[in-house]
């Protein structure tokens, strides 16, 4: 079983908006935070945004899409969603998801396979 599943990535012009989700397996348990991450060409994995999966809602973005991007999150349903509006031409990237999770032997987190997003100027 994929342990996350990623879908709504695409081309789309500059200014417009694109939602992506990201469906955890059920076999993951104890998840902490569900995120994602992209990685453009010749540059290392960034942060782009996490959301905590409990009681407490906390999120964190990094600074070049706040105001642009929202994530939410479905807890019944395992899923975490990213809307992306005003996107910019630099926004264009591997977006992958990821979760972390807990057990009585430590933490861990998977990844999704990615899905790609462009953004033509």
């Known amino acids: 079983q994929v342990p996350l599943v990623e879908s709504g990535g695409g081309l789309v012009q500059a200014g417009g908006s694109l939602r992506l989700s990201c469906t955890a397996s059920?076999?993951?348990?104890?998840?902490?935070?569900m995120g994602w991450y992209r990685q453009a060409p010749g540059k290392p994995r960034e942060m782009v945004t996490t959301?905590?999966?409990?009681?407490?809602?906390?999120?964190n973005y990094a600074d070049s899409v706040k105001g642009r991007f929202t994530i939410s999150r479905d807890n019944a349903k395992n899923t975490v969603y990213l809307q992306m509006n005003s996107l910019k031409p630099e926004d264009t990237a591997v977006y992958f998801c990821n979760t972390k999770y807990s057990t009585i032997y430590g933490t861990g987190n998977y990844w999704g396979q990615g899905t790609q997003v462009t953004v033509s100027s």
């Open positions: 959301i905590t999966t409990g009681d407490i809602l906390i999120t």
């Open positions: 059920g076999s993951i348990h104890n998840i902490n935070t």
